[in-house]
């Protein structure tokens, strides 16, 4: 159930309004609940061919409330936050809970699992400066487009800036409440060259936290220019089997698959290709998988998961090793393991597990190294739709990208579909060093010796 107007007042506070749900939801007759109140600002100018096609801002309020009465749960959301409106909110989430399935496994934390303390200067999450005017940001997608026209044989520039900041509070019957806000700069371009069915298009794109760490625009329209122009002239690649160098763009998705893999959800399920493969090789050694959510100045941090656990570096994969599940309570009680406090929620729905800031391990060659190596074969620098088994791991993807010969870059390639087998060609990965630092996932270009390519 969704309710829809109104909007927090001027000296209410979101810890005073999840308190409030929360007493609602005692006096209508939950045994247990959580709270997460959500206030949001967003600012975006979009321009296509010059001209400014869209500018937009918004600010939101929403309210989520879960209830668990005798094994059962029920959420419920709103963003008119009236007290007439949280009274009935309460009133109907208990009935839906009294109404719902039992879950042996749904439950809130209990008070000596809760964090109690955390540093939020520390992660700094917040940029404090004041929010940019639309001029400001209309400027920056102007400077971006400028920069990509600059380059001959450019015909078309799409760009985009934006800032956002989200404050949220999480509070519960069992003593949690916590609360933080999070900030967001952007700029992106896309730019298009080429006429007919020889058009071809590429972007580029940066987002920090804070203004003052944000490149110039003009790089990012000059990048975006760049990219598109390389890709003019794209032929199909030849069918067999090739070495396959997924660039630091794409590379991420990889070690995402992995990731979704070793999720509890997936497992508890019996959906997940990874079911049998706990404490054994999943990379190859040398390379591990980090997650640490406690990194300053990146999007993924934070200091408590959504059911208020204390956040904590940890190994999912350590020296090439499956060591352990991402698990929020419920998924750590059905496969009686401890929450490794990665629990994610937004308003409308349960807690599910959820990764935050992921690093794989560094190799020790550059990107241009492992194209040397790799005689012949395909660099890919874009993706697109996938085939991918959850429980078996058989892996097929569209991708284009470059064709290398004896070491060297030699043309662009498109329409082509790579294939293998995860569990297969993960333990044979080779990484290079140029995974990007500001980002949440820093994983670098992945060289994959020996997968099907179909081309022409």
């Given at each position: 159930?969704t309710l829809?107007t109104?909007?927090?007042s001027?000296d209410a ?10 007493d609602?939801a005692?006096?209508?007759?939950a ?5 997460l ?5 967003s600012?975006g100018?979009d321009l296509r061919?010059g001209?400014l096609?869209?500018?937009?801002r918004s600010e939101a ?5 879960r ?8 959420c419920?959301?709103a963003?008119?936050?009236?007290e007439g409106?949280l009274?009935?909110?309460a ?8 109404e719902?399935?039992?879950?042996p496994?749904?439950g809130l ?6 964090a109690?303390?955390?540093?939020l200067?520390?992660l ?7 929010e940019p005017?639309?001029?400001a940001l209309e400027?920056?997608a102007?400077r971006?487009?400028a920069?990509a026209?600059?380059?001959?044989g450019v ?15 999480l509070?519960a019957?069992?003593g949690f409440?916590?609360?933080y806000a999070?900030?967001s700069?952007s700029v ?12 071809e298009?590429?972007y ?7 203004q003052?760490d944000?490149?110039a625009a003009?790089?990012v329209g000059?990048?975006?220019a760049?990219r598109a ?6 032929v199909?690649?030849?069918t067999g089997?090739?070495p396959?160098l997924?660039?630091e763009r794409?590379?991420a998705s990889?070690i995402?698959?992995?990731?979704g893999?070793?999720n509890?959800?997936?497992?508890a399920r019996?959906?997940s290709?990874?079911?049998d493969?706990?404490g054994t090789?999943v ?9 640490d ?5 990146i ?8 059911e208020?656990l204390p956040?904590r ?7 090439g ?7 929020d309570?419920?998924?750590?009680r059905?496969?009686?393991?401890a929450s490794t406090?990665n629990?994610?929620?937004g308003t409308?729905a ?6 935050s800031?992921?690093?794989?391990s560094?190799g020790?060659a550059?990107?241009?190294d492992?194209i040397?190596?790799?005689g012949?074969?395909l660099?890919i620098?874009s993706?697109?739709?996938s ?20 070491g060297e870059?030699r043309h662009?390639?498109n329409?082509?579909?790579i294939?293998?087998?995860l ?8 990484a290079a060093?140029d ?12 060289l994959?010796e020996g997968?099907t390519l179909?081309?022409a």
């Amino acid at each position: 159930m969704t309710l829809s107007t109104a909007s927090l007042s001027a000296d209410a506070s979101l810890e005073a309004l999840t308190q409030r749900l929360l007493d609602h939801a005692r006096k209508a007759g939950a045994e247990a609940a959580d709270v997460l109140a959500v206030e949001g600002t967003s600012v975006g100018i979009d321009l296509r061919a010059g001209r400014l096609e869209q500018a937009e801002r918004s600010e939101a309020v929403e309210v989520g409330l879960r209830v668990l009465i005798g094994g059962r749960q029920a959420c419920v959301s709103a963003s008119d936050v009236s007290e007439g409106t949280l009274a009935r909110l309460a009133e109907r989430a208990v009935a839906m809970a009294s109404e719902a399935p039992r879950d042996p496994w749904a439950g809130l934390a209990d008070p000596d699992q809760i964090a109690r303390d955390w540093d939020l200067a520390a992660l700094d999450l917040c940029d404090p400066s004041d929010e940019p005017a639309p001029a400001a940001l209309e400027e920056d997608a102007r400077r971006a487009e400028a920069a990509a026209l600059a380059r001959a044989g450019v015909r078309q520039v799409e760009t985009s800036a934006g800032y956002g900041v989200q404050r949220m509070h999480l509070a519960a019957s069992n003593g949690f409440s916590g609360g933080y806000a999070r900030s967001s700069r952007s700029v992106s371009a896309v730019a298009f060259v080429g006429e007919g069915t020889g058009m071809e298009r590429d972007y580029a794109g940066e987002s920090r936290i804070f203004q003052s760490d944000l490149p110039a625009a003009e790089e990012v329209g000059a990048l975006a220019a760049e990219r598109a122009l390389a890709r003019l002239g794209a032929v199909k690649p030849a069918t067999g089997r090739y070495p396959v160098l997924f660039d630091e763009r794409v590379a991420a998705s990889l070690i995402g698959h992995l990731l979704g893999a070793a999720n509890g959800a997936a497992v508890a399920r019996g959906a997940s290709w990874l079911r049998d493969a706990l404490g054994t090789r999943v990379l190859p050694a040398g390379l591990s998988v980090i997650e640490d959510p406690h990194r300053r100045r990146i999007g993924g941090s934070r200091p408590f998961d959504g059911e208020g656990l204390p956040t904590r570096r940890r190994a999912i994969v350590e020296n090439g090793i499956l060591t352990g599940w991402t698990l929020d309570l419920a998924t750590g009680r059905q496969l009686g393991m401890a929450s490794t406090a990665n629990a994610s929620r937004g308003t409308t729905a349960p807690p599910s597990p959820s990764v935050s800031n992921i690093d794989l391990s560094p190799g020790t060659a550059s990107r241009a190294d492992l194209i040397r190596d790799m005689g012949t074969g395909l660099l890919i620098t874009s993706l697109i739709g996938s085939t991918i088994s959850a429980t078996t791991g058989d892996y097929s993807r569209g991708a284009s990208g470059f064709w290398v010969e004896n070491g060297e870059i030699r043309h662009p390639v498109n329409e082509c579909t790579i294939a293998g087998n995860l569990r297969d060609f993960l333990p044979r990965i080779v990484a290079a060093n140029d995974a990007r630092p500001h980002l949440s996932m820093r994983v670098p270009s992945l060289l994959v010796e020996g997968l099907t390519l179909a081309g022409a």
